[in-house]
């Protein structure tokens, strides 16, 4: 285990589950820091080879979590803070988290989902985006878009935490 980039990302992706539980954003106070210092503590451990480490990991968070930004599916904020983890662990690392924070948005979204009432809505959401997608239309859905009134969505960096914590035990 990487202990440079494990308290760090304990302490800042429990407060930034907290504050996405109750508040529904992820705050650039919390999140843009722990980017800088992702960065500058990789380059000051590792010279440049830590500073290339960080920006890919950075930027592979970018491309796997951009996508479903840009459609809509999730907000900016967790856009923000998977790259900022992106910037602690690295792209490797990264991809273990992404697999896992999927698993994990899922486990949290059908029990919320029940207790909603909506989880029939959300399986018909489901097949209607996978159906849009899968006709290559990457622009976002007209009606099953997290922005949309009324839409069912879930805090997202309680997945993200899950996902990036448990990628620093199956390494």
């Not at 202990?3 to 650039?28: E, H, Y």
């Not at 923000?80 to 690295?90: F, T």
């Not at 988290?97 to 909506?118: E, K, N």
């Not at 878009?145 to 969505?153: C, F, P, Q």
């Amino acid at each position: 285990m990487d202990s440079i980039a494990w308290w760090p990302s304990f302490g800042v992706l429990l407060l930034a589950s907290a504050i996405d539980i109750f508040t529904r954003r992820i705050p650039n106070w919390l999140v843009l820091p722990f980017l800088l210092t992702g960065f500058v503590v990789r380059a000051r451990t590792d010279g440049w080879s830590g500073a290339w480490f960080s920006l890919a990991g950075a930027g592979l968070a970018c491309l796997l979590f951009g996508l479903p930004c840009l459609l809509k599916g999730m907000g900016m904020g967790d856009l923000k803070l998977a790259v900022a983890v992106g910037s602690w662990i690295g792209p490797g690392q990264l991809f273990i988290a992404f697999i896992v924070t999927g698993i994990a948005g899922a486990l949290i979204a059908i029990p919320y989902a029940l207790w909603r009432g909506a989880l029939g809505q959300c399986f018909d959401n489901t097949a209607d985006l996978l159906s849009h997608f899968g006709k290559l239309r990457l622009i976002p859905h007209d009606e099953v878009r997290l922005g949309r009134v009324g839409a069912v969505s879930i805090p997202y960096a309680p997945a993200i935490a899950v996902g990036t914590l448990f990628s620093f035990f199956a390494r």
